[in-house]
């Protein structure tokens, strides 16, 4: 039977001045008994009986730790140095926010990326700069540890599935992807209902690009067919490649004839996941989260007023997204026993990997340059803010109104903005 800490402890106690005062022969002995009950190991044992009780200090590095073994633990007269001051960290928490508010291991690139367009907006001393490039990912999350205050929602799926064509149009599961050529577009809705699923309320199409992470956003009012086709095609018009194919759930907003019948004019490869197995479609449906989800939230949201703000918002978040906030993509996974090792590439943005890609002409490189000279990113985030309270604002007003009027067929949902706003101090 393995004996408790205490019992350890006492045992130690007992037998430390008996142990210091014995002979080399009588210490083997009381040495053996004392592994034999503790079952420690010989080298432990031997150094927690010779100390117990003792001062012992420690010098590392010019710093003195002086501890009492066994004994109550002092409090270090231990002065460490800090190398990151408050006004480092001061800069580190508006580039956070400005990102987004990015973990560390993006959120490093994401400084190096826009730190030639950020010294045009706030003041950055030489000093600092060095600082702030020679930061690892590690220090950025301790630093900002105090910061991270998130709630988690679970989402509710609103997808209705159809039968209408699903056998016209083909499978495509998540290792069959061409990740290599810009073109392929994931695509999916996500429902602003605010928990309450009745009713009309306004719905956000998400298209991913396979290959960069290009990522672009559209508000429709609901999940009617013609609005949806219709915010596809304006999505089209703004990426700044060629759209080669798209890839849905098996959602009736998608699966239907006015959106496959536009697909085989274009000559658009158009595929859809597999039922229940949202893993087929993971490109677009991480994105949910980190990029509507995080700038919008969770609250219900329905009318013309509030769709021109979400996209007016949307006008914003892309530039911000694509041309500043670096992501990762998974290369392999290897699995070791119970555990998977996943390996993934250096962070970049979309528009870095844009500019990599061979099967872009280096005329929309060039424009794509030149475009991303004139962004102010502290500037687009400030102004989307404003856009985000002004959205907000309108929900919450618009669900009290339905409350004093006693609405029997409203339900409220979800009312918690802090989540997504950001006092920029």
Not at 208 to 216: H, L, M, S, V
Not at 234 to 243: D, K, L, T, V
Request: include cysteine.
């Amino acid at each position: 039977m393995e004996l408790s800490m205490q019992v350890k402890r006492a045992v130690v106690e007992k037998l430390a001045g008996r142990y210091r005062r014995a002979r080399k022969k009588e210490k083997k002995t009381i040495l053996d008994e004392f592994i034999q009950t503790t079952d420690y190991n010989r080298k432990y044992a031997s150094y927690l009986l010779s100390n117990w009780g003792r001062k012992i200090i420690i010098r590392k590095g010019g710093q003195t730790l002086i501890m009492i073994l066994g004994g109550m633990k002092k409090k270090l007269a231990r002065k460490k140095n800090k190398i990151y001051d408050k006004e480092i960290l001061g800069l580190v928490k508006k580039f956070w926010a400005e990102s987004g508010f990015l973990c560390g291991k993006l959120l490093l690139p994401h400084i190096k990326e826009i730190f030639d367009l950020a010294e045009k907006e706030i003041v950055i001393t030489k000093e600092q700069k060095k600082m702030l490039l020679k930061i690892s990912p590690a220090t950025i999350d301790r630093l900002l540890v105090k910061e991270k205050k998130e709630l988690l929602r679970k989402a509710r799926s609103g997808t209705k599935p159809t039968t209408l064509l699903i056998n016209q149009i083909p499978i495509k599961t998540f290792s069959e992807w061409d990740r290599t050529k810009p073109g392929y577009e994931s695509i999916d809705l996500v429902g602003h209902e605010g928990g309450d699923p009745r009713g009309e309320f306004i719905q956000t199409l998400d298209v991913t690009d396979i290959c960069t992470q290009w990522t672009e956003t559209q508000a429709v009012l609901n999940k009617a067919q013609i609005w949806v086709l219709e915010a596809l095609k304006e999505i089209r018009g703004r990426i700044p490649f060629e759209m080669m194919g798209i890839h849905s759930d098996g959602g009736s907003e998608f699966i239907n004839k006015p959106t496959f019948e536009y697909c085989q004019q274009e000559n658009l490869d158009f595929t859809h996941s597999r039922s229940h197995k949202k893993n087929d479609n993971c490109f677009v449906e991480q994105k949910n989260y980190s990029v509507v989800r995080k700038i919008v939230g969770y609250l219900r949201y329905e009318g013309e007023d509030e769709l021109k703000v979400l996209n007016e918002i949307y006008k914003k978040l892309r530039l911000i997204t694509n041309f500043f906030i670096p992501s990762m993509k998974l290369i392999s996974k290897k699995r070791r026993g119970s555990k998977v090792i996943k390996i993934y590439d250096t962070p970049k943005t979309p528009y870095r990997r844009v500019l990599e890609s061979d099967h872009i002409s280096d005329e929309v490189k060039e424009k794509l340059k030149k475009q991303r000279s004139t962004l102010k990113p502290f500037q687009l985030r400030r102004e989307m803010l404003f856009l985000q309270n002004k959205l907000f604002n309108m929900a919450v007003k618009r669900k009290k109104m339905k409350e004093n009027l006693g609405s029997t067929n409203y339900k409220p949902g979800i009312n918690n903005t802090n989540n997504f706003v950001y006092n920029f101090k």
